[in-house]
């Protein structure tokens, strides 16, 4: 079992290590948490990944022993949808796709996906104690954030995109703040309104 966890600790680890090397905002969250020795990987909420086939990508993480999150189901926005994918000791996995058909005009998944693929994270979710705090000291490090945090004080989960990462014109990756409370183990906070 230790060899198992070893690798999968492995391929999360490069996961990580491929957005904190092309995302301005991972490289100063990671040098920040790694100066006062609390590491980048204990911080870690979720990872997410774009694809165009939820099933498909979900693939490789099954192989490793993550599993459906029958709980949370299946997550749906307006035009795109995902899935959570749990191990015990290892930060989710949230695969996303746009739906299928007219339902899915508009996501900017599809495009996203044949610019980049789907082999690398979309973004990674970094828990925070007090998102406002966190937003007003990262930003003081040089951290853009878009839009304003989603939820009020005191909700369950709540959550804050930094300034996407500009690639060949189009924005890439992001880092996502979130403020969790209460075991609520959701993606979307249940108080708030669209992301």
Not at 25 to 46: E, F, M, N, W, Y
Not at 76 to 101: H, L, M, T
Not at 102 to 130: C, K, Y
């Amino acid at each position: 079992m230790e060899i198992v966890n070893q690798h999968i600790e492995k391929v999360i680890r490069q996961y990580i290590r491929q957005l904190v090397e092309t995302n301005a905002a991972a490289k100063i969250i990671h040098t920040l948490l790694d100066q006062v020795g609390v590491g980048l990987r204990p911080s870690i909420d979720h990872l997410s990944i774009r694809t165009l086939d939820v099933q498909e990508r979900a693939l490789e993480f099954e192989a490793l022993g993550f599993r459906f999150d029958v709980n949370l189901g299946v997550i749906e926005r307006d035009s795109w949808w995902g899935k959570v994918y749990r191990k015990p000791g290892f930060p989710p996995i949230y695969i996303d796709q746009a739906f299928a058909g007219s339902r899915g005009t508009g996501s900017p998944i599809p495009d996203w996906v044949n610019q980049f693929t789907d082999a690398g994270l979309h973004h990674m979710a970094i828990v925070v104690e007090d998102i406002e705090v966190a937003a007003e000291r990262f930003a003081s490090h040089g951290i853009s954030f878009d839009g304003s945090i989603s939820g009020m004080p005191g909700d369950p989960f709540r959550q804050l995109y930094s300034a996407p990462e500009i690639v060949d014109g189009t924005p890439h990756t992001v880092i996502e703040l979130v403020e969790r409370r209460w075991g609520y183990t959701g993606f979307v906070s249940p108080l708030a309104g669209t992301l």
